[in-house]
């Protein structure tokens, strides 16, 4: 855990900058949402009965994480899979084949979830039977957690705290890792945050379901690149941590997956760039002892 002794400063305030291990200046994660059916499934339950909407969901287990494995394999990178519990359920032999790989498995609610408007006790109930699912299908107990739609509230840090989560990446503030602390108070505990951002996450670009999700524009896959790679370089240059988020469902899709592994290239290209799991940054984060960075509710008068 970090120093508490220092009370947790207010993230109205940038977080400090990240010192990377081994002499690397920044840092980047792969990380793929293994939404299937359940993100379906929430959405609208009467999505069951439309076997074209599940197959299209059905394509990121199928054959995008086959082709997935394959190209992390071909360029020897460990990448994070989030995976609902539903997933992990539907899909027991894909997850086991992702943690033989050596990729790090971490949680992604069980029915992908949106946590807005449960309760504390309504979110830990998701939580718990994610975990049960992901421990009963792989024997993985994860360390970190992303949270569907990436809804969090102000109760979720705690919540994962109390389940020995390592870290949650989810919030968007910042280009770097940094502990958020659960509530205000020198003794708080806190988690390690890896940011993320929408305009990293493929489902912007090319998730589209009729009548269920999407906006119906599906971008060219050069476009995503052009714009993951000026990121990329840019974080680089800086020293934060590019996260990206993608769905096999989407780009594992044969012109979208070339394009990955173009930004792949780029990636192994650029000197002293640390291109791991989250778990491992959040490691590397948590052993600086960061002072945490608490987020104080908006108080606002004649609201609730």
């Known amino acids: 855990m970090a120093d508490h002794a220092k009370p947790s400063c207010d993230a ?4 400090d900058p990240i010192s990377w291990p081994n002499g690397a200046g920044a840092a980047a994660i792969l990380g793929f949402d293994l939404d299937a059916e359940d993100v379906a499934l929430t ?3 009467q999505s069951r009965h439309r076997l074209s909407v599940m197959s299209h ?3 990121g287990p199928v054959t995008g994480v086959p082709r997935t494995l394959d190209l992390l394999a071909r360029h020897e990178i460990r990448a994070t899979f989030f995976c609902p519990g539903y997933t992990a359920e539907r899909y027991p032999d894909m997850l086991r084949r992702i943690r033989d790989a050596g990729h790090e498995i971490a949680h992604h609610g069980y029915l992908h979830e949106a946590m807005q408007g449960m309760t504390p006790q309504q979110e830990a109930d998701v939580l718990d039977r994610g975990l049960n699912a992901l421990e009963t299908v792989a024997g993985v107990r ?3 957690y992303r949270a569907p739609m990436w809804e969090t509230s102000y109760a979720t840090a705690g919540l994962l705290l109390d389940r020995g ?13 940094y502990e958020l602390a659960e509530g205000p108070g020198a003794d708080a505990r806190s988690v390690v945050e890896i940011p993320v951002s929408w305009s990293l996450d493929d489902w912007e670009q090319y998730a589209y379901v009729p009548d269920l999700f999407g906006c119906g524009l ?9 714009m993951w790679r000026s990121e990329l370089t840019a974080s680089h240059v800086e020293g934060c941590c ?5 769905h096999p469902f989407l780009s594992g899709r044969l ?4 394009v990955l592994e173009e930004l792949i290239e780029t990636m192994m290209a650029l000197p002293d760039l640390w291109l791991t799991t989250a778990a491992d940054v959040a490691a590397h984060t948590r052993s600086l002892a960061l002072e945490p960075r608490v987020f104080p509710q908006p108080e606002i008068r004649g609201l609730t």
């Open 12 to 15: 109205t305030r940038a977080a």
């Open 43 to 45: 959405a609208d339950p």
């Open 57 to 59: 969901q059905a394509y």
């Open 142 to 144: 994860p360390l970190g």
């Open 165 to 177: 989560f390592l870290y949650d990446s989810s919030l968007m503030d910042c280009d770097v890792p």
């Open 218 to 226: 599906i971008e060219d896959p050069q476009k995503s690149l052009s």
């Open 242 to 246: 590019f996260t990206l988020t993608c």
């Open 255 to 258: 012109g979208r997956l070339r």
